[in-house]
């Protein structure tokens, strides 16, 4: 029997907050864009509702790439009048994160 390890991913959040007001953004796609690669291991990347702390659903990014990627969540449904920040983050090794964004697309 092999024992069940669950991986556990530690996150530093990052960027200054976005606060979500759905009358000044409607009609739009908001998308999580990050550049980042991994030295050793996995790195990732996530939107948080910084107001409840819940992870913004399919905005979870991730690479094992030793070469700098872009990588780009789906489109993404946020909460009206919450704050977002970014979070980075590794379960085992190191990265590099060049930085991120919030891409909006009518």
Known sequence: ITPYIPLIILYTTYASPFRFDTAAWSGVNFYLEVYLRAISGTVYAQLVN???GSIVSGSGLSTNSTSFVRLRSGALTLTDTKEYRIQ???STGTGEFLGAKLVVKT
């Open 88 to 90: 980075f983050g590794k």
């Open 50 to 52: 910084f107001t409840d």
